[in-house]
């Protein structure tokens, strides 16, 4: 018993940063969003990125807010948590557009980057879901899309590549399509989920959001032009195979009874 009462302090002081460790903390991360209008002939009209470090308190977020051609853009709270096993990202934007309508009407598209992750911790077999909802004010779009995805490495800003594209080769990567209309909907699927993929650190967190196809105004005409999108995405850890499960649980037990044999052999000598 006085053994026992010996290792109460560090049984305590275990407990309490287990249940510290287990609880979401904002991510440190850099982060890079690019925002751009592509004319409806292909050409880039006008892009605009922006970049920044996670605070010194270590709160993951990074605000962007630009004209960027015919669309003014504000993406407010991008905020990136992780925990044991997962990281998330949350994003909501809000837009008004100012162009051509109908069939010559621009495209925009905006990619949201985060960087340094590493819940999961590799190798871990992983998965992405990700959902979003799309409302307007008087603004429809024929087209919206996100995806996420993950890339091996620190990508920044550099990684982006051509202005009016999207990174490929991302990793368990989702896609949700829906419409911006008169009411507000959901992407489909929802949630989207994607293919199990081995996690490997670090890693980047990659988002987009493209609305696309026919864009026309409510029925205020050019003053009834905006509409907005919510979103959030996760990458998660898979749960390990029941069998694999059972049999970690059962060597507590087998190390209990090889010890207490080892000690009834000692006595009886």
Not at 237 to 266: C, E, H, I, N, Y
């Amino acid at each position: 018993m006085k053994r026992f009462r010996n290792f109460m302090p560090l049984v305590g002081a275990a407990l309490i940063g287990a249940a510290i460790l287990a609880a979401p903390t904002q991510a440190r991360a850099d982060f890079v969003i690019r925002a751009t209008d592509v004319l409806s002939g292909g050409a880039v009209n006008a892009t605009v990125t922006q970049s920044g470090a996670s605070n010194p308190n270590g709160s993951g977020f990074l605000t962007f807010s630009s004209s960027v051609g015919n669309f003014i853009i504000t993406v407010v709270t991008h905020i990136a948590t992780t925990g044991p096993g997962f990281t998330a990202a949350s994003d909501t934007i809000n837009i008004t557009y100012n162009g051509p309508t109908g069939a010559t009407s621009d495209k925009l598209i905006v990619e949201v980057l985060g960087n340094k992750f590493t819940n999961p911790t590799a190798p871990a077999l992983s998965n992405i879901t990700s959902n979003g909802s799309p409302s307007t004010s008087g603004l429809s779009v024929a087209s919206v899309t996100m995806t996420s995805g993950v890339l091996a490495g620190n990508l920044t800003a550099l990684d982006l590549g051509a202005a009016g594209t999207t990174l490929g080769g991302q990793l368990g990567m989702t896609t949700g399509i829906g419409s911006m209309g008169v009411a507000s909907s959901v992407l489909v699927p929802n949630p989207a989920t994607g293919a199990p993929f081995a996690i490997v650190n670090p890693f980047t967190f990659y988002q987009t959001f493209t609305f696309d196809g026919q864009i026309n105004f409510g029925s205020g005409g050019p003053t009834d032009n905006g509409g907005s999108l919510s979103a959030g995405s996760t990458v998660s850890s898979l749960p390990a195979p029941a069998g694999l499960v059972l049999a970690l649980t059962g060597l507590p037990v087998m190390g209990v009874s090889g010890w207490l044999r080892r000690r009834k052999a000692l006595k009886t000598v």
